[in-house]
T-cell receptor, first 114, second 111 residues
């Protein structure tokens, strides 16, 4: 399978703990996006990378959130000191820069903060 | 006001019916519009991509944009139970990167 993969698929944690999610984009896709989706809502943009560079961050991305894409391939999203309001599906998408603007989404990581 | 508004449903129709899903958007400068389908516990997948006004057809699916009323629609003909999913309208808006999504309409096709 050459689609976008995310790990883990599910994460249950206690309030105050740190969590880290990983996204592996489609090979050779320059852009990588993180979105958050809560129940009954559409995905909301968090941040995106073009190669290694983080080019845009949403105001939704508080200082407890940090994302990296160190070698321009996989990316990690870390949430420090989790809160119950962080419970959501975290979606990763990738896009080929010279492509038709289509973002391919992974299956998501469902986070539950108790 | 949200940039893209969508009736959350749920919408339930019998198999074989024509389904109409609709969204409105707030900014007349938006030109590109997409429809994504999202099955339960999966990520969204792109169904249709349209530019400006008019219709675009792909098999049983037709996407329509009416810029004068800032209204976008997705029609599904001969609906099948496998079409049961959440449908999200979306637009890049004024951005060259991020996508703005509607809240999604949950569709159920009854056999």
């Amino acid at each position: 399978d050459t689609g976008v993969s995310q790990d883990p698929r599910h994460k249950i944690t206690k309030r105050g703990q740190n969590v880290t999610f990983r996204c592996d984009p489609i090979s050779e896709h320059n852009r990588l996006y993180w979105y958050r989706q809560t129940l009954g809502q559409g995905p909301e943009f968090l941040t995106y990378f073009q190669n290694e560079a983080q080019l845009e961050k949403s105001r939704l991305l508080s200082d407890r959130f940090s994302a990296e894409r160190p070698k321009g391939s996989f990316s990690t999203l870390e949430i420090q000191r989790t809160e119950q309001g962080d419970s959501a599906m975290y979606l990763c998408a990738s896009e080929r820069l010279a492509g038709a603007g289509e973002q391919f989404f992974g299956p998501g990581t469902r986070l539950t903060v108790l | 006001q949200k940039e893209v508004e969508q009736d959350p449903g749920p919408l339930s129709v019998p198999e074989g019916a024509i389904v109409s899903l609709n969204c409105t958007y707030s900014n007349s400068a938006f030109q590109y519009f997409m429809w994504y389908r999202q099955y339960s516990r999966k990520g969204p997948e792109l169904l249709m991509y349209t530019y400006s006004s008019g219709n675009k057809e792909d098999g049983r699916f037709t996407a329509q944009v009416d810029k004068s009323s800032k209204y976008i629609s997705l029609f599904i003909r001969d609906s099948q139970p496998s079409d049961s999913a959440t449908y999200l309208c979306a637009t890049p808006g004024s951005s060259a990167s991020k996508i703005i999504f509607g809240s999604g309409t949950r569709l159920s096709i009854r056999p």
